[in-house]
C-alpha cells in the first residue's frame, strides 16, 4: 500500500516517511489518483476539506491529519470521506494502526475523541435508550453508564458520583461484561436504538 501526505510547507514530520514510508507534498497535482494508496492529508491546507471530497472515491482511504484534535473538525472531515483522523505529530505505532485500519476500510478515530462522540450521538435526537437493559444493571452501574452515555470520562463521571475513578472503571468494566461489549462505542450500540 502506498502513502502519500500532502500538507504545507510549514508542517511536516519525519515519522509520516520513517513510519509510513510515504512521499511528503504540498501540490495536490501530485498525488496520482491510484487505488492501492491511502492519502493523507493536513487541515493546514486552505483547502483540506474540498481535497478530502475530491480523492474520497479515487484513493483506498483518506486519513486527515490535524495539529489540534477537534470533534467538529473531525465531523466535517468523516462527512466528506475521510476514513481516519489523527494528530499531526502521532506516534510511530499510531500511524501505522491508523494505515492498516483504514486500509482494511475500518475508521481511526482518536481515543480522547470518542466519548465525546458517543455523547454526542447519545444525546441526538434520534438516539432512545432501551430501560429493559439497564434493569439487569445494578443502581451505581446503571449511573455510571448514564454517565458514559453522556460523553462523560471516567474521571469526570466520578467527580459526578463522587465516588474515585478507579470504582468508575470497575463499574464500567462489569457493564462492559454483563452487557457482552468491550468498548464505549459498542455500549451505545447495544444500549439503545437510533430512528429517524
Known sequence: MQHTVLTTG????????DALKANVHTLTESVKD????????????????????????????????TNQPDIEEMSNAL???????????????ALTGA?????????????????SIVGKLANSGFYER?????ERLTTREQHVMRCVLDGMSNRVAAEELQITERTVKEHLSSVFRKLGV?????????AGDFSR
Do not use: C
Not at 494505515?99 to 475500518?106: E, M
Not at 432501551?130 to 439497564?134: E, I, T, Y
Not at 468491550?182 to 447495544?190: A, E, N, S, T, V
Open 10 to 17: 510549514q508542517i511536516h514530520s519525519q515519522r509520516w516517511e
Open 79 to 93: 462527512v466528506a470521506g475521510a476514513k481516519g483522523y489523527l494528530q499531526t505529530l502521532a506516534n510511530d505505532q
Open 130 to 134: 432501551r430501560k429493559a437493559l439497564f
Open 99 to 115: 494505515a492498516q485500519a483504514v486500509a482494511n476500510g475500518a475508521l481511526w478515530i482518536p481515543g480522547n475523541l470518542i466519548g
Open 34 to 65: 491510484y487505488a492501492d494508496q491511502v492519502l493523507w492529508i493536513h487541515t493546514s491546507r486552505p483547502a483540506w476539506l474540498d481535497e478530502v471530497s475530491h480523492f474520497r472515491d479515487k484513493v483506498t482511504a483518506i486519513v486527515v491529519l
Open 182 to 190: 468491550k468498548d464505549r462505542m459498542q455500549l451505545l450500540i447495544k
